[in-house]
């Protein structure tokens, strides 16, 4: 039976073993009955489990997993789950299997040290907010007394790579390359349509529209690299779910490509959707052939977002406003639309339509040129 304390607390004892014949008992708290009763469920969960019998025992790696499951398992979406995992392998790797009463800053900043050597700088700024969540929670279960983490600090990228669309010499080049059939449809669709790459291989052929030239966008892949992406039935952003138009060129190659398809429209090998690893092994082989045909070495910042960010250009420079602009790319907000035109350069300046604007005006003002005056 829940007990309450003079502090004002609420403890609650439970047997978590036998030592010598004689029963080992871990003292629970809250300062609630509810918090009591959720730390009781978790704490007995993990038991069940068989990864903890004495909490003296408990390694990282362990806590991480109690922390993953009663946590954030079934509060956030699949992909997220997915990519919280991939964060933990990563930190597991260097830290998981030390005991949480033997862990310390040192054991982290090493970890970091070992990221930043490898330049993942942004993964390592994420991966310390699970840390310190994990650390947090190890707290709250009274398996460590203190936070371990305070103090430690995010590393801010002091030379923060520019979003940029692609040039005209290298759009070029996917035009110059001898690209197999569903590399020419994959590479065209992302660069004429604006789609996220899980948008675009979630694809099933119904979700084109070749009459009403428009693609259908209603879900999403939850991505891996080891084995087969699963479908989610919703887009990243509620935004997300929209309908975007087809140019009459990428209307052609479409065409082509779905006429004697149904089902999923870029399959795996055994017909399923593609993995993360295959879709990156994919683009690898594009950026070889598109390497053959550039008298120059191809960039190192060429990546498969970059389709996106010049559709957006192309929508900019095409008189979309930003409202509509918003709604093709699938955005909640539209500083994140915003956001994506800060690769822009003096190149991109219309100045023919600022002439004309400061003309209008000074024909509204019989001549005159009001120049202003200082404060």
Known sequence: MPKKRKDGRYSKQVTIGLKNGKPIRKTLYGDTLKELDKNYRDFMSLKEKGIILQEDNTTFRELSELWLTNEKIGSIRDQSITTIKGQLSTINSHIGDIKMRSLRQSHIEAFRASMLKSGKLVQYNLCLSRIRAIVRYAVQKDIITRDITLGMKRIKNVQKKVKRSFTAEERQLFVKAELDSFELCFVNLLLYTGLRKNEALALNVSDIDLKKKK?????????????????????????????????????????????????????????????????????????????????????????????????????????????????????????????????????????????????????????????????
């Open 215 to 375: 693609i259908n966008i209603t879900k999403s892949l939850v991505s891996s690299k080891r084995r087969e992406s699963c479908l989610q039935e919703y887009t990243k952003t509620a935004a997300g779910k929209r309908q975007v138009p087809i140019p009459s060129f990428l209307l052609d190659i479409l065409s082509k490509y779905t006429k004697e398809r149904t089902g999923i429209l870029f399959t795996s090998r055994n017909g399923g959707y593609i993995s993360g690893g295959t879709m990156d092994f994919r683009w690898g082989k594009i950026l070889k052939k598109l390497q053959e045909v550039s008298d120059a070495p191809l960039a190192d910042d060429i990546t498969l977002h970059m389709f996106r960010h010049t559709y957006a250009s192309d929508l900019y420079k095409s008189g979309i406003d930003i409202k509509q602009a918003q709604y093709l790319l699938g955005h909640d907000d539209i500083k994140t639309t915003l956001d994506t035109y800060t690769h822009f350069g003096f190149a991109d300046v219309q100045v023919d339509k600022l002439e004309d604007y400061y003309n209008a005006v000074k024909m509204q003002s019989n001549g005159k040129v009001i120049p202003l005056k200082h404060a």
